[in-house]
């Protein structure tokens, strides 16, 4: 089955650097999703990106793809203490047609933005 | 901003008892999903439910948990004979279309005795 694995495991910054993070993932997709989690809260969409895209921005998200090594990045860009949680990648099956597509995660990548 | 509810937030039951999961999603959304998340560990696929019929699930989704959309507002999952390891947080999403961003509820906390 195709999988998200995201690094690294945990990331501590100062405030106002750069936090990046990345995703790997094993089959073929049709989009790849950004998520973030607080503790003990629902996940938050944060980004999708379509396979045929290369790179978006959303805010002071970034997120690339490449499709050729299975692979994505989310920077976050002038961090503040409150971009604090985790941050999971998802990616959906590739369907034939019709019905809803589950997600599969990766195990996240747990940010701290030090004041 | 419209979101997702799941009641309740916390269920304690005992091992072997019936348990009935809740959610709302929102409104004009198409699509439902239900996650589980055990304790330190990823966030799981269980169900996806669209046109009043599941249109996909793992292999966690065996004959012990079931789904249903009772009337025009509600997604519930049901797990018949809980057991320990089913023990987890529960998420339940819902999406306007297929393969697009999923919104995820807070969760429900479900501890088995």
């Known amino acids: 089955s195709q999988q998200g694995e995201e690094d690294p495991q945990a990331l501590s910054i100062q405030e106002g650097e750069n936090a990046t993070m990345n995703c790997s993932y094993k089959t073929s997709i049709n989009n790849l999703q950004w998520y973030r989690q607080n503790s003990g809260r629902g996940l938050v969409h944060l980004i999708l990106i379509r396979s045929n895209e290369r790179e978006k921005h959303s805010g002071r998200l970034r997120v690339t793809l490449d499709t050729s090594k299975k692979s994505s990045s989310l920077l976050i860009t002038a961090s503040r203490a409150a971009d604090t949680a985790s941050y999971f990648c998802a990616t959906d099956f590739m369907y034939s047609g019709g019905g809803a597509d589950g997600l599969t995660f990766g195990k996240g990548t747990h940010l701290i933005i030090q004041p | 901003e419209p979101e997702v509810t799941q009641t309740p937030s916390h269920q304690v039951t005992q091992m072997g008892q019936e348990v009935i999961l809740r959610c709302v999603p929102i409104?004009?959304?198409?699509?439902f999903y239900w996650y589980r998340q055990i304790l330190g560990q990823k966030v799981e696929f269980l169900v996806s439910?669209?046109?009043?019929?599941?249109?996909?699930k793992s292999e966690i989704f065996d004959d012990q948990f079931s789904v249903e959309r009772p009337d025009g507002s509600n997604f519930t999952l049901k797990i018949r004979s809980t057991k320990l390891e089913d023990s987890a947080m529960y998420f339940c999403a819902s999406s306007t279309g297929q393969g697009g961003a999923q919104h995820f509820g807070d969760g429900t906390r479900l501890s088995i005795l």
């Open positions: 439910f669209y046109n009043n019929e599941i249109s996909e």
């Open positions: 409104s004009n959304h198409l699509y």
